[in-house]
């Protein structure tokens, strides 16, 4: 599998988990998701920003509270990795 930034010819090495808490629960379960696309060592960082953009990020306190769910904690957003191999 090549890494998932475009133009980059490395292999993909990792896959990004970004995960979040509750704002009235921040020691509570969190929220979350796993990237499909693997990334390199070079690409694979933890800068929560390279993954959720300030339109993402709309996106994902809309569809909390659509669901009646407590508001996500963006001081709290996380990146872990995984072996995509």
């Given at each position: ?5 475009i133009g980059c010819p490395n292999g993909a090495t990792k896959l ?69 191999q």
């Amino acid at each position: 599998m090549k890494c998932g930034r475009i133009g980059c010819p490395n292999g993909a090495t990792k896959l990004a988990q970004v995960s979040f808490s509750s704002k009235v629960n921040p020691e509570g379960p969190r929220v979350s998701f796993q990237f499909p696309h693997g990334l390199c060592d070079d690409h694979a960082t933890t800068d929560p920003s390279a993954y959720i953009s300030d339109e993402g990020w709309a996106q994902i306190v809309s569809s909390m509270r659509a669901r009646k769910l407590a508001a996500p904690d963006r001081e709290s957003v996380e990146v872990t990795f995984t072996s995509c191999q």
